[in-house]
């Protein structure tokens, strides 16, 4: 992959109710090289994609995500009749059309993630297609216990030593916030090996100010904005 890689965020969330099919479906039809979405685990075991650790934002239920099982999410609307959607219904929607980074979002579920990428890269799929990330350094540290064939990004909302951190955790990938970004950041960057992704950009002035610091990745609503 060269030049800036495209990334829908939560699907194209700023077109269709996000972190659902319908919206990972739209981010595909407006030719993202990557979909970003969340994921966690509830109560009855499976890994869900969600954002939020309830459902109240996103859907008409209420409660938290790891309190309900799986039929009790999939009794709720996510939007436009929408359903939260398991990783298992988002590999199979997405069938490598293209890349998919999974945001780690609950506690010890790096396990049965990377179960689940396993059993996807049995069935054809490359490592490659996959990127994981979190904020949590610690689920990626664990994730990387299991699977040192995926690359992991770092996420960051402050400002902090990014480069001594990704080589701590053994990471080449780091995804920031855009408000954390200028030159010195990217030229440093890129100095140490490491590749920056920024989040979540949906003006076309900030899209285009990225693309001349020479970003690696941009994760936005409109993904169509980055082309
Ligand atoms: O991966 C970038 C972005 O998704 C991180 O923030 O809160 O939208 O998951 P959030
Ligand atoms: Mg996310």
Redesign the pocket.
Known sequence: MSGLIK?G??GACGYEPENTLKSFERAIELKVDMI?F?VMQCASGEIVVI?DETVDRTTNGHGLVSDLTLSDLKKLDAGDGEHIPTLYEVLDLVDRRCKV?I?L?GDQIAQKVNLIIEGYVKKGWSYDDFLV?S?DFNEIREFQKYNNQVQT?L?F?EPADYFKIAQEYNCNII?L?MSLVNQEIITNAHAHNIKV?V??VNDFKDIEFLKNLGVDGI?SNYPDKLL
């Open positions: 990334i965020h939560r970003e969340d954002h980074n945001e979002k990330s904020f990004e996420l909302y995804g916030d992704f989040y979540t994760f």
